[in-house]
């Protein structure tokens, strides 16, 4: 059974800090991961899709990498901003023909002014 | 183009009562999920279709949930009679078939009292 896991739970940091967040999956038969950002009381919004065959993918600040050898993605903000503050979710689609995607529990990030 | 619409935004009922929620997917998108998200967690597929045929169903409370996609557009899940474990975040999503990514909505945020 895939469990999708990250950490932290949260983090806070200062304005214009770099930061990492986590993602590790259990099962690396994956058909793709891709990383939301879910702002209180919103929806989710895709930030970065990575195929399985794919290491990384790049959108303005936001880089993630994928090794799906290891189980493991993260997510790399440069420059944080206080509109960076939100929940970030990882998610993983099995290879298999569910289009199911397994969620982790979130990241709740506060970027301080 | 227009994103996926769900509505009500909000809705607060009584245990025991029921309630409905309705999606409207993106113009074209042939494949539509439900899903439910608890607070602090991230969602679980609770449906799939493709176009007005269910193929996951799996994890679909069916003593209580059903869900319809009438003509294979919009699509309306119903839980008759709720009860205080149904409050949640009630996300639609949307995708081509066999597209690499899902488009969520806004989400249905259901408190039972």
């Known amino acids: 059974k895939q469990e999708v896991t990250q950490i932290p739970a949260a983090l806070s940091v200062p304005e214009g800090e770099n930061l990492v967040l986590n993602c590790s999956f259990t099962?690396?038969?994956?058909?793709?991961l891709q990383w939301f950002r879910q702002d209180p009381g919103k929806g989710l919004t895709s930030l970065l899709l990575?195929?399985?065959?794919?290491r990384e993918q790049t959108s303005g600040r936001l880089n993630a990498s994928l090794d799906k050898s290891s189980g493991r993605s993260t997510l790399y903000i440069a420059a944080s901003q206080p509109g960076d503050s939100a929940t970030y979710l990882c998610?993983?689609?099995?290879?298999?023909?569910?289009?199911?995607?397994?969620f982790g529990s979130g990241t709740r990030l506060l970027v301080r002014p | 183009e227009a994103g996926v619409v769900q509505s009500p935004r909000y809705k607060i009922i009584e245990k025991k009562q029921p309630v409905a929620f309705w999606c409207n997917p993106i113009?074209?998108?042939?494949?539509l999920y439900w899903y439910r998200q608890n607070l602090g967690q991230g969602p679980e597929l609770l449906i799939r279709?493709?176009?007005?045929?269910?193929?996951?169903d799996s994890q679909l409370p069916k003593d209580r949930f059903s869900a319809e996609r009438l003509k294979g557009v919009d699509s309306t899940l119903k839980i008759q009679p709720a009860e205080l474990g149904d409050s949640a975040v009630y996300l639609c999503?949307?995708?081509?078939?066999?597209?690499?990514?899902?488009?969520f909505g806004s989400g249905t945020r259901l408190t039972v009292v």
């Open positions: 998610a993983v689609r099995r290879v298999d023909s569910s289009y199911k995607l397994i």
């Open positions: 099962d690396s038969a994956i058909y793709n």
């Open positions: 990575i195929q399985s065959s794919q």
């Open positions: 113009s074209g998108h042939n494949t």
């Open positions: 279709y493709e176009n007005e045929e269910a193929v996951d």
């Open positions: 999503a949307s995708a081509r078939q066999g597209a690499e990514g899902y488009t």
